[in-house]
């Protein structure tokens, strides 16, 4: 066969095929919106997160398989599922579409710049992976975002799912540990509670029958739905500016629970004269250095619990 029919026919091979290509689903996209993969890592290797926002930085670090986050102020354990969730959504980032091919057309879909967070991904020895990610309201609704990813080495930006949008772009403080109290209510022997006035209510336990020190009897129903309530006790918002040196002269209310197998458990509110709004601070010794604030109704509340001496009846 001679060499200029076996071209002939090879060219009408490649043409066959193309044309059956042409017909499949995946070739009929158009190519921006083809799903790119973007980042790919392995979770199990990753040892340190950072997340770099303007001039702050949040640092995740893991140490004998814990997670500790830090903020250079602050630093607490992490719950590694939550720090996996954030991995995994990375493990096979795609693009549903190409929105800029150069970094300075960014889009912005309302009036604000978006921020940009700078995630770098370590392992034991070297970087392994970086990326911007950045999000802004859609202008058609207030119920979406769009999210948009960038790698260093390329000036494409991409928009990508939401979802990943909803997990790397959270505010740093919620990466702070909130827990205030935890222990097992069924363990409790013995509360004793100090209000500001000096007055002290002590009760004790025996025989599912609770006596406090005016004579009164009270039956486990009626304090054990209070001690599950605040048995696994989080704060909302931390007291940054308090400071405990210098309010020691204001007076406070203070619980001290008696726990089977465990030391005393105590809880104390803080009179903050200085703040308007959210007046009380409150902390636990199980978690020093944790001051969180709050205003008459919700932490404070679900706390305050008698008048007076006697047990609140609403409780």
Partial sequence: MKLRNLFFIGAFLVFALAMALKHLP???????????????????EVQTISIQKGTEELLLTKASGNWLSTNGQWSNNLDGDRVLALLNALRS????????????????????????????LYNKKALMKSFYLSATARPDTSLDQAVF?????????YEVPGQLGSLWLQPFGLYR??????F???????????????????????DSIWQDNLGEFW?????????????????????????????????????????????PVTLEIYADSNQVDFPFVIRSNQFPGRYFKSDSTGLYQDLKFFNNGRFNSGL
Avoid: C, M
């Fill in 177 to 182: 540990d909130r827990q205030l109290l935890v």
């Fill in 93 to 120: 980032v795609k693009s549903i579409g190409i929105v800029a091919q150069n970094e300075a057309a960014w889009p912005q879909f309302n009036q604000a710049p978006p921020e940009v967070h700078f995630v770098r």
């Fill in 184 to 206: 097992d209510p069924q363990a409790v022997r013995q509360i004793r509670i100090e209000t500001p006035l000096g007055d002290s209510l002590r009760l004790i336990h025996a």
């Fill in 26 to 44: 995946y070739f009929q996209k158009s190519v921006s919106y083809l799903e790119i993969p973007l980042v790919a890592i392995e979770p199990a």
């Fill in 149 to 157: 990813l960038r790698l260093p080495q390329t000036t494409l930006v």
């Fill in 219 to 263: 039956q486990d129903s009626q304090l054990r739905p209070w001690l599950q309530s605040i048995s696994n006790l989080q704060g909302q918002s931390y007291a940054e500016r308090f400071n405990e040196v210098e309010k020691q002269g204001l007076p406070t209310t203070r619980y001290t629970f008696s726990i089977d197998n465990q030391g």
